[in-house]
């Protein structure tokens, strides 16, 4: 009989695009060819690989179900997810929530497999995260509740048992992420007329993008025939513009899908990642995957992904920020070193190797 894997429809109905998502898609995609028998599923899903992807069965926001909106009615529809989901899961082995609501514990015999993706709520809890009264318990009674926990990174493991130092640190393993970009066409043109620094993802808080823009200020001065182009995030926000100032006909902010988004990568001078703090950091491979020299912040799990093929700094300190910046975009013989170890630095991670560790835990569990 194969191993039946449930994963609830959490993440999925309120993440359209994201990390989180995406590494269920891929767990998803590669242990069903390895003989898993993976279930899935959910009433009204605004998920983008859940819904066009996986080609499942969801209802969309706007729709009206037996008169009743989907919109208007969240809180309906959170309730009869939690119904299906613990009959779906019944049928099941093992059962893999995609985040931490604990609406399952006490309610089903399946083995709980918990992956952690960060301790960013409790590290920022007093500064970005104080309106947030929930994720912080749901967490910790996930955590101790769970028979086996996936940590993304050793800095991620290491900050449960920090946080949550009863945990027992032998039922906690350490599975890397993998990247998937669409192979770059070289002949299309770059997203950008001139030479650039490329900025990805949300730019609030930790991701620490108003000191990185503080730290552009002298590159951009020292370096007249550059831009900033940022990718994703929406559009820049009122404090934003005020901290760019006098150098806003030098920023460029954009939506991108993965094609996109690759061609951003491929042709910047450099990715600079400033975040204080990532559980792992997936855009630091999809740098690497496409010849992309980084600059990132030497922090959380950063050295152990990036390893010797980036450039580091301080991301409190703006200097040395500026500094790193500097010495990736004055250096061309520097970006092709950075470009190469980038590369051999990839082969370590991947998907087929996230989904092959999974497995393992998987089996692990129920042994």
């Not at 819904?51 to 009869?80: D, H, K």
């Not at 590290?123 to 995260?129: G, K």
């Not at 995957?289 to 050295?303: D, E, H, I, Q």
Request: a positive charge; aromatic letters at 12%; charged letters at 25%.
């Amino acid at each position: 009989m194969n191993l039946r894997v449930y994963y609830d429809f959490q993440i999925f109905v309120s993440q359209k695009y994201g990390g989180i998502s995406r590494y269920f898609f891929e767990l998803s995609s590669r242990l069903g060819s390895m003989g898993v028998d993976v279930r899935m599923g959910c009433l009204n899903s605004v998920n983008w690989y859940f819904r066009e992807q996986l080609g499942m069965r969801s209802y969309s926001s706007n729709s009206t179900i037996r008169g009743i909106q989907v919109r208007t009615q969240g809180r309906i529809f959170g309730i009869l997810n939690r119904i299906k989901a613990l009959h779906d899961m019944k049928a099941c082995d093992i059962v893999h929530p995609t985040y931490y609501n604990p609406y399952l514990l006490g309610r089903t015999k399946c083995k709980i497999v918990l992956t952690v993706y960060d301790m960013i709520h409790e590290l920022y809890r007093d500064t970005y995260f104080s309106g947030d009264k929930k994720t912080i318990p749901h967490k910790s009674r996930m955590i101790q509740s769970a028979d086996r926990i996936i940590a993304i990174s050793g800095s991620t493991k290491r900050d449960i048992l920090r946080f949550f130092p009863e945990t027992d640190p032998a039922k906690i393993s350490v599975v890397h992420l993998g990247a998937s970009m669409p192979a770059v066409d070289e002949s299309l043109p770059s997203p950008a007329e001139v030479d650039y620094v490329l900025f990805v993802g949300s730019r609030g808080g930790y991701k620490n993008f108003l000191r990185f823009v503080e730290a552009m200020r002298p590159v951009l001065e020292a370096r007249k025939d550059i831009c900033v182009l940022c990718i994703g995030g929406g559009g820049f926000t009122a404090s934003e513009l005020e901290a760019i100032g006098s150098l806003r006909s030098r920023y460029c902010q954009a939506s991108a899908d993965d094609e996109t988004l690759a061609r951003a990568y491929a042709h910047a001078l450099c990715f600079v990642f400033p975040s204080e703090y990532e559980g792992f950091g997936i855009p630091l491979l999809e740098s690497f995957a496409c010849n992309c020299p980084l600059v990132c912040a030497k922090s959380s799990s950063f050295p152990e992904v990036a390893g010797g093929a980036a450039e580091y700094f301080d991301p409190l300190s703006v200097d040395e920020m500026s500094a790193a910046i500097l010495r990736v975009v004055d250096d061309e013989s520097l970006r092709a070193k950075m470009r190469k170890a980038g590369r051999e630095r990839l082969g370590l991670f991947s998907w087929d190797k996230t989904a092959r560790e999974t497995l393992a835990v998987y089996e692990a569990c129920l042994s």
